[in-house]
């Protein structure tokens, strides 16, 4: 069953503003992201970069972590 969805060796690949919506956040923040070093695209498909969505849910989190008050 080489190649199918579940396959671990090669994870789904999605397009930034897809990965955007999927986190809520605009596809200005993922890029932001990217710029600052907290998300590292998986891929290209022509001038778009592709990631990883367990790698947006990571930098997703890691954001909102710094964005929290500590009271």
Do not use: C, Y
Request: no cysteine; aromatic share 4%; hydrophobic share 40%.
């Amino acid at each position: 069953m080489s190649g199918s969805r579940n396959d671990p060796e090669r994870p789904t690949l999605i397009p930034g503003p897809l990965a955007a919506q999927e986190v809520g956040v605009a596809p200005a923040t993922i890029r932001k992201w990217v710029q600052l070093g907290h998300l590292k695209p998986a891929g290209k498909a022509g001038r778009a970069q592709l990631f990883r969505l367990e790698d947006v849910f990571a930098a997703e989190r890691a954001a909102r972590g710094t964005n929290r008050r500590v009271r």
